[in-house]
């Protein structure tokens, strides 16, 4: 299994600003994910982060708004920018586990609110 | 592409009732099946998982049988207890194409609420 911490565990934050998450892994990897849960909904994946390429986002997210750095292949960050009070909700970080598409793992989450 | 239903909820139940939370899905290739469990104010966790048809998934008394011929992953468990209180989650990986490792489809949660 791998161990993820995320950074921080939650914070609130003014309209019009940004917030940078991190996610540390215990070992290497190759693809990193990163999830917003909105209040009450399921999860949703904003991006899949592979270390040395650009993010790849899913429908409905963009760079602008979610940039992404995977510097090495334990460590990614996920900035919120230009926050709105839409924003607040559980991001997550994940990793897929060793063997493939049998296994993936969750950091704790970062609880947002904008206010 | 791919999808995960789950049983509407939220669902109330007295302790040592049986559970059941019903869970379907869509997906393309040959998709693992996970159950994941979220207490309240913590992260996920994995509850239990299956990777092909007919295995069955367990851990803490709770199970699934991947049915493939009715593209389902229904949770089980015979008798719940107050400490089985949390948000649950169905989700898949599937591999089609090789561009899925590890990125999963949820279905919407299911609350479970277990009273004394």
């Known amino acids: 299994s791998a161990v993820i911490s995320q950074k921080p565990s939650r914070d609130i934050c003014q309209r019009g600003t940004s917030l940078t998450i991190q996610c540390q892994v215990d070992?290497?990897?190759?693809?990193m994910f990163w999830y917003r849960q909105q209040p009450g909904q399921s999860l949703t994946l904003i991006a899949t982060?592979?270390?040395?390429?650009?993010?790849?986002?899913e429908s409905g997210f963009v760079i602008d708004k979610f940039p992404i750095s995977r510097p090495n292949l334990t460590f990614s960050t996920l900035t919120v920018s230009n926050m709105s009070p839409e924003d607040s909700s559980i991001y997550l970080c994940?990793?897929?586990?060793?063997?493939?598409?049998?296994?993936?793992?969750f950091g704790q989450g970062t609880r947002l609110t904008v206010v | 592409g791919n999808s995960v239903t789950q049983m509407e909820g939220p669902v109330t139940l007295s302790e040592e009732a049986f559970l059941t939370i019903n869970c379907t899905y869509t997906a393309t290739g040959y998709p693992s099946l996970f159950w994941y469990v979220q207490y309240p104010g913590e992260g996920l966790q994995l509850l239990l998982k299956?990777?092909?048809?007919?295995d069955k998934g367990s851990n803490k008394g709770f199970e699934a049988t991947y049915r493939k011929e009715t593209t389902s992953f229904h949770l089980e468990k015979g008798s719940v207890q107050v400490s089985d209180s949390a948000v649950y989650f169905c989700a898949l990986i599937s591999n089609a194409g090789g561009t899925s490792y590890g990125k999963l489809t949820f279905g919407q949660g299911t609350i479970l609420t277990v009273h004394p």
């Open positions: 299956a990777t092909k048809a007919d």
């Open positions: 994940s990793v897929e586990g060793k063997r493939g598409n049998t296994e993936a793992f």
């Open positions: 982060a592979n270390q040395g390429s650009e993010a790849t986002y």
């Open positions: 070992s290497q990897v190759t693809m």
